[in-house]
């Protein structure tokens, strides 16, 4: 517990709800998997996850209100708007305070996880450069660009390509993670890719539940984010 209050005053430290909301997320997997142990069929299941929805629904509820606040109070404090911080082109999802009084937070919490599917609709409209399977994640981009004491690489994907276009600012606002993947990958070949994870995914859970598995229920975590952030 006291590890778990470290990490959360953390990310609360440096300005960003992220790693609490993968705390959250992280959490979810191992409620769903203590439910399936000893359960013989699908009814035994069901049954076991009706005692724990209340449980999800407040952890959900919980974290979604805390994140709306953090967010509308740190565009806030920038001197901006939520929506002319993240996009002009998105209109608020709650519009009256007086039908609904957390409009702020509501549409907070709305366009942080909508907000991206407009970047990506702007990167349907690039054409393709490929990044050499480097491009798609920054980490990487950056180890090799110092390595070889270049930026070619950054400089053509699809995320800077987005700015340097359309002013879709690169690391500030989100293009969804499809479009890092496309980067290598390409627009075409993401489906494919997702098939190939979703298989993968279901086999860790599998591992986790049927073998007892505890390096399966770690990786079934971290593609839970990663289908979650996508």
């Not at 606040?69 to 009256?96: C, D, E, N």
């Not at 990506?120 to 491009?135: D, E, I, N, S």
């Not at 800077?160 to 499809?178: C, E, H, K, M």
């Amino acid at each position: 517990f006291c590890s778990l209050a470290m990490d959360i005053l953390f990310w609360l430290s440096i300005g960003t709800m992220k790693g609490i909301g993968d705390i959250a997320f992280t959490a979810l997997l191992p409620i769903m998997v203590t439910s399936f142990k000893g359960k013989r069929n699908a009814h035994e299941i069901k049954k076991a996850l009706k005692k724990k929805k209340f449980l999800i629904l407040i952890l959900a509820v919980a974290v979604s209100v805390l994140f709306g606040y953090s967010t509308s109070s740190r565009y806030i404090l920038r001197g901006h708007t939520t929506f002319s911080a993240i996009s002009k082109q998105m209109a608020p999802f709650v519009i009256s305070e007086t039908m609904w009084p957390f409009a702020e937070v509501t549409n907070s919490v709305v366009v942080y996880f909508t907000h991206g599917y407009t970047g990506l609709a702007y990167a349907f409209k690039l054409p393709f450069r490929w990044t050499y399977f480097v491009g798609n994640s920054r980490s990487l981009t950056n180890i090799i660009e110092r390595m070889l004491n270049t930026d070619a690489i950054s400089s053509i994907t699809y995320c800077q390509r987005l700015q340097d276009v359309y002013g879709w600012t690169n690391g500030s606002i989100w293009p969804t993670a499809f479009t890092w993947l496309a980067s290598d990958f390409t627009f075409t070949g993401i489906p494919i890719l997702l098939i190939l994870l979703s298989y993968l995914w279901a086999k860790t859970i599998y591992e986790a539940v049927v073998d007892n598995n505890i390096i399966s229920l770690v990786f079934a975590n971290y593609l839970l984010i990663f289908f979650i952030y996508l």
